[in-house]
Structure formats: structure tokens, C-alpha cells
């Protein structure tokens, strides 16, 4: 089955202890991204990754990092967490284009930083 | 830059009756137009697609939205909805001819489908 698949579903973690979400799609998709989804914003950009090595800042980076070492996994990397990047994240991939084609998302990641 | 505006941020609605879902967008290049939905507790699927041609799209389980270009607009509908259409919806937009796929999103509007 053609999916996306994040883990965990759902994280608590304290201020400041690095923490990883990993994300892996099994559909050979060159174009993956990582959003954040807060009450009345939509889903909003955090980085994105063009294909293995090629990755760039969305619209709201600050805080995060990314690696695309392999083709199918593109894990969220939060150094030092902080309250405000409580929220929930979703992983989502798609055939490269140029903007014509569908995003296959993940479950979500329920984020909460205390 | 792009932008997405869902009018409405919660759309309460009988079970068989109609449902209108507005979305405007913002946008100094063409762009492709997209709905997604998300039931509870899961991922985005995608409902429809607007890429070029006929205005009028028809999408998965009974939806169709209009692409109106003068008015920038992009309404989702559907004629008679079902318990099981309880969900928040999504507008979204990608420019065209842009490398990958990035997508810019509406605030969400949130149906909720009374018996």
C-alpha cells in the first residue's frame, strides 16, 4: 500500500531535549516537506527537500532541521524544543512536477512542548 | 507571494443538505488550485484539482468546485451531505510551472454534519 508514515503519532517532551520525527514514504517520490498545522493557519511549510542531498528552508524554518540522506526517509530534527513549536506535524511527499501533482501525507505527529 | 483566505472558519450543516465551502486566493502568478480533506485524526487526502481547462472540477465522493479566475475564487460543494463528511477542508494552491510542489493553504474550515 502507498503511504506515508511518520512516527511517533503522538510526543510530550520538556523544553530544550533534542527530539527526532521520522518520516518514510514507500511510493519512490522525489518531493518531500514537513508542515506544521495551528488552529486557523492552515498548514504552513517548515522545509522541503527537492531529492537525496537537496534540501531548503520553507516559510517557517526557524528551530527546525532536516536530512535527506536516503530517497524515502526525511526525519524532522527539533535541537532544542521550545512551547512554542507545540503543534501538530505532517510529512508529505509527492512525484516531482512542477506543482501539478498530488501531496501524500502522513498521519500527523502530535507535538507538545512543556 | 501566495495566499489563501477560507472564509469561513466552521461550517455547521444537516445531514442531505447542501454544503458551500468559499476560498479565495492571492496570487501575482498562475497558480494551480487544490481541496484537501482531513477526517479526524488522520493525514490530508486530496478531494479535487484544478490544473487548466474546464472550470467546473468534479472530485471524490460527490464534490465539484468552480475555479472562478476574475474573482480569484475557488468554492467547494456538494449537494447533499453525509454524516461521514465531518471533517475539516482545506483550500490550497502551487504555482505553476515551479519546481516540486510546495503547497500554500487556507486556514482550514471545519464541517460538522448534524443527523
Known amino acids: 500500500e502507498a503511504q506515508v508514515t511518520q512516527n511517533p503519532r503522538y510526543l510530550i517532551t520538556v523544553t530544550g531535549k533534542k527530539l527526532t520525527v521520522t518520516c518514510s514514504q514507500n511510493?519512490?517520490?522525489?518531493?518531500m516537506s514537513w508542515y506544521r498545522q495551528d488552529p486557523g493557519l492552515g498548514l504552513r511549510q517548515i522545509y522541503y527537500?527537492?531529492?537525496?542531498?537537496?534540501?531548503d528552508k520553507g516559510d517557517v524554518p526557524e528551530g527546525y532541521k532536516v536530512s535527506r540522506k536516503e530517497k524515502r526517509n526525511f526525519p524532522l530534527i527539533l535541537e532544542s524544543p521550545s512551547p512554542n513549536q507545540t503543534s501538530l506535524y505532517f510529512c508529505?511527499?509527492?512525484?516531482?512536477?512542477?506543482?501539478?501533482?498530488?501531496?501524500?501525507f502522513g498521519q500527523g505527529t502530535r507535538l507538545t512542548v512543556v | 507571494a501566495q495566499s489563501v483566505t477560507q472564509l469561513d472558519s466552521q461550517v455547521p450543516v444537516f445531514e442531505e443538505a447542501p454544503v458551500e465551502l468559499r476560498c479565495n486566493y492571492s496570487?501575482?502568478?498562475?497558480?494551480?488550485l487544490f481541496w484537501y480533506v482531513q477526517y479526524p485524526n488522520q493525514g490530508l487526502q486530496l478531494l479535487l484539482k484544478?490544473?487548466?481547462?474546464?472550470?467546473l472540477v468534479k472530485g471524490i465522493n460527490g464534490f465539484e468546485a468552480e475555479f472562478n479566475k476574475s474573482q480569484t475564487s475557488f468554492h467547494l460543494r456538494k449537494p447533499s451531505v453525509h454524516i461521514s463528511d465531518t471533517a475539516e477542508y482545506f483550500c490550497?494552491?502551487?504555482?505553476?510551472?515551479?519546481?516540486?510542489?510546495?503547497?500554500?493553504f487556507g486556514g482550514g474550515t471545519r464541517v460538522l454534519v448534524k443527523p
Open positions: 508529505a511527499s509527492s512525484p516531482g512536477g512542477t506543482g501539478n501533482t498530488e501531496a501524500f
Open positions: 511510493m519512490n517520490h522525489e518531493y
Open positions: 527537500s527537492m531529492n537525496v542531498e537537496v534540501t
Open positions: 496570487s501575482s502568478v498562475s497558480v494551480y
Open positions: 484544478y490544473l487548466s481547462g474546464s472550470t
Open positions: 490550497a494552491v502551487s504555482v505553476v510551472g515551479a519546481a516540486g510542489n510546495k503547497l500554500t
